[in-house]
Structure formats: C-alpha cells, structure tokens
C-alpha cells in the first residue's frame, strides 16, 4: 500500500520522536510514585516539575498555574464544574452553540440541575456575535465558557473581546484552547480569563494527557477526590509518561511554532486552491474567518461527508468529518448548523487537517486524486450530472 496521507490532525497528531524517547525511560525506570519522599520518588517528582514548567511556558502562565489532567475532556469538565462552587448564587452560564461536546454535554447536565444556559449565536463564518455575547452575560451569570479555535472549522474566537466582556461583570471565563494550544502564540498572563484547557495530544505529546491552567487565587473546587496531587485540585497518581512527553512536546512545539504555521499554512492553502479549483461545487466552511493555519473544511455540495470520507481512505487519505466522534452518524455537524449552513453543503463537509509531518508531495497527491475521486462518484451516482 502506497504511504497513507495523514490529514487528521484535529483527531490527534503524531508525537514527535523526541516525546516518545523522553516517555520510554519513565515507564521503564522511573517508575516510583511521585508522592513518595525517597530519592527515587523525588527523582520522578523532578521530572513532573520539569513538565509543568515546559508547559506553563507554552501558554504564558507560572508552572504553579498547570494542574495536569487526563486530557482535554477532563480539563474543561475540572474548569466547569470546579468553578461554579465559586457563585453558588449564580444560576446562569453563558457558553457558544459551537462547543466541542466536552463542554456541550457537561452543559446539558447543568441544565438538568437547574442552571440556565445561554448559547451564544455565530455568524455564517462561524464567529461568535460580539455584541449579543455581551448582552448574554449578567449579574446572575456564574461563569462563561468559549471556545478558542473551532476543531471542525478552526475558526478563532477573539478571547481578549469576549473575555473582557465577563471580567467587567466579575465571571470566570473558561476557554477551551484544546485546538489552539501548540499551533497559535498564547499568552495566557494577559488574557482576561481564568482557566484554560489543553490537549498534549493536538500538539505531538501523548494521549491521555492534558491540563488545566488556572489563574492564581481562583477558587476551584476538584471533580477527582483522593491524595491531594496537584494542588488538591485533581486527586490521581500522576500519569508521569505522559506528563514528561506532554512537556517535551510543549517546549518543542514552542520553538518552532512560526516556522510551523508559515510551513503548514502554505500547505493548507494550496490544498485548499487546488481543491477548491478543480472541483466546481466545493465551498470552505469559515474561510471568511480568521482560522488556525493547519484547518481546512471544505464541502462538495450535494455529496455525503461519510461516502467520501471512506473513498478517502480506500485512496490513503485520513480525514474526518467534523468532530471525530460524530464521524458516522448522518447529522451534519452542530457547528455547521449554528453557522445556518445550507445542508446540500453541510452533508458534504469534510475536515482536513494537517500537521508540520506533511509535506508538499502529499498535498499535490490530494489535490490530484479527490477531485478524480468525486468526479469519478459523481459520474456513477449520477449527483451534479
Ligand atoms: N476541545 C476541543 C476543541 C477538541 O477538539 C477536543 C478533542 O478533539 C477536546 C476538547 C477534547 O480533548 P481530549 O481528546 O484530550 O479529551
């Protein structure tokens, strides 16, 4: 089989070599428990700092302001939850319609409990509306959640606005920065929020392991209760494999992160030219948005995203439609519909995403054999004729 395409990268993304190098001697060595007081746990406690610090940097904060996590998930869940102990009086939670479903599904169980829930609307761009955002948020609104960039469509939420909005009215703001950590340059020292989650495995580092930056002198109560690890906000022995890799990653990804964009930028552009040249009903989902260098949505009118993603991958290219666990249901995707898409056009969204591990051949190779792909379908099932 000719080499697979890898144009998944929003899923999750290859570690780097030199992560999976850091991670092997841990789990073969280092295998005491972090909490212990001899040498040997104190030694592994080391590189546990080491990781929080290489991850602090990554996003501007201080080392003490990294609570590691198991993921991206389990961040914005901790983030929350952990938060509202903070407003017990407040009832009111503002967040946007274009969520990923880690914050989507642990607002419907708010709403359960009672909160009121408030969805942001976005443009057909995908942007949240600044001004009814603004309006949404009220005395009564005990936190607000927003994404950073979109995983479908990798459009970019302008947090100083939004956040700015919540601090004048004293709400902690969440930001699910999972898709954009790694990939754009964060500062989160001037950003006006106070909590963000991240993912090692969207920038190279591992799955299973991810973290929560909370601002200094945030009242957060844990989701996990046990040892008191990591501040008495997440309980757990730590996962140091992961941690250690999640920090390699982190300082890796920091030092190339402009050659990166402008290499991967360059890549996801003329994919998206050439596509969207030779294939006459194509459209990009949120190309009229500030987007993350490496996100292309594109749809083929009138085509289902399922259909071609399987021809995709019979020809080696790795895609998905929209997020990764609602590949296979026939819904087009939330995110699609909040932008009030046509669903000829949101039937046929694909994502393609890439990574600094692409290269320019495999780009050509794509805008080679999709077009040949849907023409040659289109041809059999008779759609465009
Ligand atoms: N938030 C966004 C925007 C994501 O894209 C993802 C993963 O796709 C997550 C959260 C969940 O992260 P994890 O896979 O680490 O649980």
């Known amino acids: 089989m000719s080499e697979l395409i890898y144009f998944d990268n929003n899923a999750s ?31 592994v406690r080391h590189r546990v700092e080491v990781a929080r610090e290489q991850v602090a940097s990554l996003i501007g904060a201080e080392s003490r302001e990294i609570v590691f996590t198991s ?36 607002m419907e169980q708010l709403a359960h409990e009672g909160y009121r829930i408030d969805y942001a609307r976005v443009d057909s761009d995908g942007r949240v509306n600044a001004d009814q955002w603004s309006k949404l948020i009220t005395d009564d609104t005990a936190l607000v959640s927003i994404q950073h960039a979109n995983n479908e469509t990798g459009v970019v939420n302008d947090i100083f606005r939004l956040g700015e909005v919540a601090r004048e009215r004293d709400v902690p703001v969440h930001v699910d920065a999972v898709q954009a950590v790694g990939k754009l340059p964060i500062d989160v020292s001037g950003w006006p929020v106070q909590l963000v989650s991240l993912s090692a495995h969207k920038f190279h580092g591992p799955k299973g392991t991810g973290a929560l930056y909370v601002r200094r002198r945030t009242r957060i109560e844990p989701l996990i209760l046990g040892g008191g690890q990591e501040r008495r906000i997440r309980g757990g022995t730590e996962h140091v494999a992961g941690i250690v890799g999640m920090g390699v990653a982190a300082s890796l990804v920091s030092e190339t992160l402009l050659d990166t964009a402008e290499h991967v930028g360059r890549l996801r552009d003329t994919l998206e030219t050439g596509l969207l040249e030779s294939v006459p009903y194509s459209v ?24 071609i993603l399987i ?29 009030k898409i046509d669903e000829r056009i949101a ?5 393609l995403s890439l990574s600094r591990f692409n290269t320019e051949e495999e780009v050509d190779r794509a805008v080679q054999v999709i077009p040949e792909l849907l023409s040659r379908w289109t041809t059999v099932t008779g759609s465009h004729s």
């Open 13 to 43: 993304t290859k570690p780097l070599p030199e992560v999976v190098e850091a991670m092997v001697p841990v789990l073969r060595e280092q295998y005491a428990n972090p909490s212990s007081l001899h040498q040997f746990g104190q030694a």
């Open 347 to 351: 039937h046929g969204a694909i994502r």
């Open 71 to 106: 993921g991206g998930t389990e961040a914005i869940n901790l983030a929350l939850r952990g938060v509202l102990h903070g407003h017990p009086n407040r009832r009111h939670i503002v967040t946007t319609a274009v969520e990923h479903s880690a914050v989507l599904k642990v």
């Open 284 to 307: 990009i989902n949120g190309g009229g948005a500030e987007r993350v260098y490496n996100t292309c949505n594109i749809s083929f009118a009138g085509l289902e995203a399922e259909a």
């Open 311 to 339: 021809l995709l991958s019979e020809a080696g290219i790795c895609a998905s439609s929209g997020a990764a666990c609602s590949s296979g249901s026939l819904q087009p995707s939330h995110v699609l519909q909040a932008m």
